[in-house]
């Protein structure tokens, strides 16, 4: 069955080098996933998220903190309780496939419930439904070698999800698969987890699979969670500059705020033309800034009037078949704005006029990152 899982003020400290230096690879981290919910760890390399995985799964200890499934603790060294990770009836596919070879695809599934001394009627019972489920049933008795990338990642999921773990957890599964396979189990492994109904933690650096796999997705950077959202928040309303660089609003255009009402404000750029954008917390009028914008969300055909409409000058395209990129010269910066669609529009050399949305338009801090 299914449960909640909790991870409270989690620090994992690493000590390494000559002399010995202490480096926090995670540093107070604190999340909850609902029973039935999939959050997603997304971040570069180095971020702590793996180290966060493997520390709800027992295979690292933490320094301090705690992890509590289903209501139980399972882990706080500061109280002693540490539970090993076989006694933690949590499920786990990694980025290698981790299948025996000398077994066949039923054997590796069967596996995991043969070690707990199940009988060979529920056992039976148990891979079939797991097998039917990715779709690998008649390849019950094929040799586990006889497989694809995808296949064997499939058996891997096949055998973590057969004795109904509490949680499944899982580490990059798709990063060795080639880029078609990688599309196509990442929209059934959502599918699959969600018809189990399974409380899934899932790490990877790849946005795009955050956002087509999580209910929630948790941008971390040097150990620390930067913003825990739904997708849509994560791409539309980001915490800080990095949240919204990470999640692909690489346009970066520097200003400062000439006034602010509520949440919003204009921003005098460097040319002297005004922009309006989204202002956080932090933001004051009289800062300088730095304005996050997303290439897909540049307006290369507005109508009306108003919008944040400014004066471009296209440097330069690039076709790409299902979709044009342009870089434009755009009051005293350049950006990048995307066309979807087999014709591009506009013309090197040309100058268009294009709107910057103000409610996808964030400004941060000039200082932040």
């Known amino acids: 069955m299914s449960s909640e899982l909790r991870v409270e003020q989690l620090r994992k400290v690493f ?54 499934i289903g209501g139980t603790m399972y882990t706080d060294p500061q109280a002693g309780v540490l539970v090993p990770p076989r006694s933690r009836n949590l499920g786990m596919v990694f980025q290698s496939y981790a299948v025996w070879p000398h077994m066949t695809v039923r054997q590796n599934v069967a596996y995991p419930l043969k070690a707990r001394g199940t009988t060979r ?18 390849y019950a ?9 995808g296949q064997m990642q499939r058996v891997a999921l096949a055998r973590s999800m057969v004795y109904q773990p509490q949680i499944l957890l899982l580490d990059e599964p798709l990063s060795n698969l080639d880029a078609q396979l990688r599309l196509r189990l990442r929209d059934d492994l959502r599918r699959i987890i969600k018809r189990v109904g399974l409380t899934a933690l ?7 699979e955050a956002v087509v796999l999580g209910d929630r ?3 971390m950077r040097d150990g620390k969670m930067r913003q825990l959202d739904t997708p849509t928040e994560i791409y539309n309303r980001p915490a800080d500059l990095f949240v919204a660089g990470f999640s692909g ?45 997303r290439p897909d969300n540049v307006d290369l055909a507005p109508v009306g009037e108003g919008g944040n409409r400014f004066k471009a ?52 801090p000039a200082s932040s990152d």
């Open 249 to 293: 609003a690489s346009n970066v255009i520097e200003g400062r705020v000439a006034t602010r009402r509520g949440d919003q404000g204009a921003i005098t750029l460097p040319t002297g033309e005004t922009l309006v954008a989204r202002l956080g917390a932090g933001v004051n009028e009289g800062e300088a800034v730095k304005i996050a914008l």
């Open 313 to 364: 000058h296209v440097r330069s395209r690039h076709y790409q078949g299902s979709q044009t990129v342009y870089e434009l010269d755009l009051a005293g910066t350049t950006i990048e704005a995307l066309e979807v669609g087999s014709n591009a529009s506009h013309q090197e050399a040309t100058d268009i006029m294009v709107a910057l949305p103000p409610d996808l338009c964030w400004a941060y």
């Open 202 to 208: 899932y790490v990877t650096h790849d946005q795009a």
């Open 217 to 219: 997705i948790g941008v």
């Open 121 to 138: 009627e529920a056992m039976n019972k148990a891979v079939e439904e797991a097998l039917d489920l990715v779709e690998l049933r008649s």
């Open 15 to 68: 000590t390494t080098g000559r002399p010995p230096v202490q480096k926090a690879a995670v540093d107070d981290v604190s999340f909850t996933i609902a029973a039935g919910e999939i959050v997603v760890l997304l971040g570069p390399s180095g971020c702590g998220k793996t180290t966060t995985l493997r520390c709800v799964a027992g295979l690292e200890h933490p320094t301090s903190g705690r992890i509590v």
């Open 141 to 149: 008795d094929r040799p586990v070698t006889q497989l694809s990338g």
